[in-house]
Every structure is written in structure tokens, then in C-alpha cells.
């Protein structure tokens, strides 16, 4: 047995995020028996979240879910508590944005209340936490389906960011800050100003990584050298091979592990799919094999703190 847990290589001890986050996007639920595309958005999405249900099963559960927007088809009102329902039990914080197929006012009322139930314009959420904040972009255009970040919105944005937060600032939008991976996303995407003014917006803060989605198909990139992360819809997934000038989606959905630790970031993207098991190691089964692989100090020698 190797100490109470894994070590790396060279005997440091196994790093631990301090802050996980679970981003699921463009769960698109429809008003109940109306399907999606020919698909139940509701069923779909219950098998994204049993990934989830399954790691707060075993104590891996998320300290936060992301819903990066698309969260309804239509801005039905009964679709976004049924979301809601589902979601808020799976982490102790839950974060939404808007997306172009939802309806502002009726997100404002249902999932943030308070005074932003009032509210017909963009809001800026806010969430300061004690490990990071995260800050939520409306980037839809009512009535339209792509995005747009209006320069009063950016204002806010920089006001917020002006002072940096402990463990850094997560922030989050719906329509992703890169390009886009078809024909129709292409039309639809983030204006090209908008990205271009979100990246002055984002240099030199203390921004970690820019959470999105929109594209239904997760991808990664960077903007102004900070990472990009999208996560797939949870219904749907864009096929950015398909034949030039073809729009093609495969039923199909993931979800993003996002992890933040005192010095990266990682995204893991996980598929939702029935692939079989091919193995599941308990810790002495574990160490069973480490024990088969014995290190030998590298050139350049122990690390500092340890002995020998
Ligand atoms: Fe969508
Ligand atoms: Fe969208």
C-alpha cells in the first residue's frame, strides 16, 4: 500500500480541485409532449444528469451546475421549472444563462426572481463565491438567434472585473466567443465584434476560463489567451464534419467536467452513452498495480520536503 492515497511519481501528494463544476447546455425542453427535432429534450436530459447523479452517489458530485442557455425551446414556463426541479438537487450551486431560444422576462421571473424578475434587458448575474466568482453574460438578442454583448452590458462586465476575486472569475454565456463549427452556427454565432470586444473586455483580468454553448458540440479554444470551453447540448450534437454547406446533428449529448485548481484549469468532456465497463478498481486493486511499478529517483533527485 502506497499512504492513505494516490501520489504522484515523485511522492507529492494527489492534487484536489478547489472548485468543480458540472456545465451541461442547451437542454432545449419544449412545452410537455412536444417533441425536439423529432426527440424528447426531457428524457435526453435525464440521462445527461444521471452522469451526475451517479458521482453524487459515490461523494463526486459538482459544488456547481452550469446551464450555459438554450435551457428551453420556447420560453415555456412550466419547462423551465421542470428544469429547474431536475437540476437543483445535483450541487449546492446552481448557475443559469440565457440562450436565443429562451425568453428573457420569462428566465428573469422563473429562475432568477427578486429584483431581475423586473427586469427586460440583460442582466449581469453575479455569483461570489468563496473560491471563485462567476459571472453570467446575456448574450441574446430578443427575437433573434445570434449573439450580441451591447456595450452597456460590457460596461457592467468591466466594472465587475475591475477588482480581482479570490480563486479567480469563471465567466459564462450562451453563445460561444469562437468560431463556429457549420453553416447555420456560422449565421447564428457571436458577432465578431462582440467576441472581438468581449476579449478587450477579459484581457489582463483575472478571468480563468469563459464557460459557453450554443453550438451543440463541445469544443475548446481561447480568447484573449484565456481558455473557451463548450459544452454539447444535452439533446443534440452538431456533426462539424458533415458534407460542405450541410447542417447535420446526431442525437447524441455530453457533458463538461470543469475543474479549477490553485494553478490550471481542466475540462473533461463526457460523453452520455451506455458504453460498457471494462474495469473499476477499488484502492487496493489500485495499489496492487502501483506496487508492480517501482520508482526510482529521477536526475534530478528527490523533491524538496521529502527525505532520501
Ligand atoms: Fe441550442
Ligand atoms: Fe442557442
Redesign the pocket.
Known sequence: MIGPGPVTPDGMPAEEPVLTLAHLS?T?LTPRGVPFNGLDPEAALDRALAVLRRAGDVGRGPDVVVVSG?LTDTGDPDAYRRLDDRIRPLAPRVVYAT?N?DLRTVFHRELLGGAAAERTGPVLQVHRLPWSRIVVLDSTVPGGGHGRLDPTHLAELSDELAAPWPGGTVVVLHHAPLPPPSPLQTFFALERASRSALARVLAGTDTRIVLA??Q?LAASGTLAGIPVAVAG?TAVRTDPLAAPGHERSHAASSVNLVRLYADTVTVSVLPVDDAPEVFDLDPAECAAVIARYPVTPGPAGPPPGTSG
Open positions: 442547451d432545449h438554450d440562450g431560444h454553448g450554443h451543440h447540448s
